[in-house]
């Protein structure tokens, strides 16, 4: 049996990050496995204190992927700081089958233990499933094939998918939709089902993936999702038959406080634009949008959030105008309302329209708008000077339909200029304003990831570290 030990942030188990972001998609089958071991799939096991279930969950998978799967496969038996025979049983595993493969952490964690292994793995499709096999093992060819085809970059088993057959209690299927209905509220989350015990990942992604994910617990699972969707990373969802474990030791309480407030955590790290995604970026080329004749790259993007955001601004803008003409005359009253909507128009642009995060160049966007602002205020203005010189009996009706096509025709303007000028160098969508240096954030080196593959020469998993 092997120890691992658990990597620290910001770094993978074979070196420091880089600033390259992913490789393009290529399919696995081509190459087969790894180069030593001719393993293509590593399926993780981890435990705590599971001495009874754990040997009859690894001959059944053994058995399962021995007479079933087209690819060379290894089970990882994480053991993560049991105090009962578990080690033990594990060892003997190990010992019986070429296959298992046992490895012990000292400290327990669900996302300590596959943050562990997974780094330390040389296979190229990394997959994960519950020591109670509660999700039925003929979805994992379906789980593990569009990572192999190159296809997807994660796969997850969801209980809540249609096609989907579960058998559970009423209180844990309550919880659960909780949850996924929080996630898509307070994270947009659009995955379906974040805790089902049943997960794969390509192995080149989670180098750059898991030096991001800061929970060891339950919510690592959750963390790695959302991280992975906010990057633009394809999850694959697969529906599963599951039965529930009615022996199960999770502490639902304390486990479901442990998550809100991981997604406190992340929601605020979203936020604030402190978490950089653009590591985990695919090459230009890879998404075939890239390659859409006559589109500008992120246009049709950027064009649909404009758009959005321009509507609201236009109904603010209009509606601040109708308050403020009770007491004052046309020009101030669109002065003003104009004014005051440029703010919170230019920061949900910077924010959602051209994906800025962070502080940095606020000021500046900013200042630049108000720049954009005089020349929508001189557009407007000028039409309602237009119309009042046309005629002195103007009615407010006449007032807003004049402002309302002036207003369109300044938005054309200001969104040229967005694009154009203010946020130029965001033009594909990218966030390099708000990027760590790349001493500081990135994927994997080519040399890091060479060292990854040498991490034993004697065993197909070694230290961590």
Not at 30 to 57: K, Y
Not at 197 to 220: C, H, M, Q
Request: net charge positive; hydrophobic share 45%.
């Amino acid at each position: 049996m092997k120890t691992l030990t658990f990597p620290p942030a910001g770094a993978t188990a074979s070196g420091p990050l880089g600033a390259s972001g992913l490789p393009a998609r290529v399919p696995l089958a081509a190459n087969g496995g790894s180069p030593r071991t001719g393993t293509l799939l590593d399926v993780v096991i981890p435990v705590h204190n599971e001495e009874a279930g754990l040997e009859p969950c690894v001959r059944r998978l053994h058995t399962y992927l021995t007479d079933t799967f087209p690819y060379g496969f290894r089970i990882t038996i994480a053991d993560n700081a049991s105090t009962d025979r578990t080690a033990l049983v594990a060892r003997a595993l190990e010992n019986e089958y070429d296959e298992v493969t046992a490895v012990r952490l000292e400290a327990k964690g669900r996302g300590r233990a596959l943050h562990a292994v997974w780094s330390a793995s040389d296979a190229p499709v990394l997959a994960y499933m519950d020591v109670d096999l509660s999700t039925g093992l003929n979805a994992l060819l379906p789980l593990v094939a569009p990572l192999v085809s190159g296809h997807s970059d994660l796969a997850i088993g969801s209980r809540l998918a249609g096609g989907s057959r579960v058998v559970r209690g009423g209180k844990r299927e309550f919880i659960s939709r909780a949850y996924n209905l929080i996630l898509r509220g307070s994270l947009h989350a659009r995955f379906s089902d974040a805790q089902c015990g049943f997960k794969a990942i390509r192995a080149d992604v989670a180098r750059s993936l898991l030096p991001l994910v800061e929970d060891t617990g339950w919510f690592f699972d959750t963390e790695m999702l959302v991280l992975a969707e906010r990057a633009g990373l394809r999850i694959h969802e697969v529906p599963v038959d599951w039965v529930d474990d009615p022996d199960s030791r999770v502490h639902i309480v304390r486990t479901a406080a442990d998550d809100l407030k991981g997604v406190w955590r992340m929601g605020r790290g979203l936020a604030a634009g402190a978490l950089p995604l653009d590591r985990l970026r695919r090459p230009f080329g890879d998404d075939p949008r890239d390659h859409a004749a006559g589109v500008p790259a992120g246009l049709a993007r950027q064009l649909a959030g404009f758009a959005v955001i321009g509507g609201l601004s236009t109904v603010a803008t209009l509606a601040l105008f109708t308050l403020l003409r009770h007491g004052t005359g046309p020009q101030t009253a669109n002065a003003l309302s104009l004014l005051v909507c440029t703010f919170f128009n230019t920061a949900a642009n910077r924010r959602f329209t051209f994906r800025v995060r962070g502080r940095d160049r606020a000021v500046r966007h900013q200042a630049q708008g108000l720049v954009v602002f005089a020349i929508g205020l001189v557009m407007t203005s000028g039409s309602l000077a237009a119309l009042h010189l046309a005629s002195h009996d103007v009615s407010r009706t006449a007032e807003l339909t004049v402002l309302i096509a002036a207003n369109l025709a300044a938005t054309a303007v200001r969104f040229l200029l967005f694009r154009a000028w203010v946020f130029s160098d965001q033009r594909d969508g990218s966030t390099a304003g708000s990027a760590p240096s790349a001493e500081a954030a990135g994927s994997p080196s080519a040399e890091a990831t060479d060292s990854l593959s040498a991490v034993s020469a004697n065993s197909p998993m070694g230290q961590a570290r």
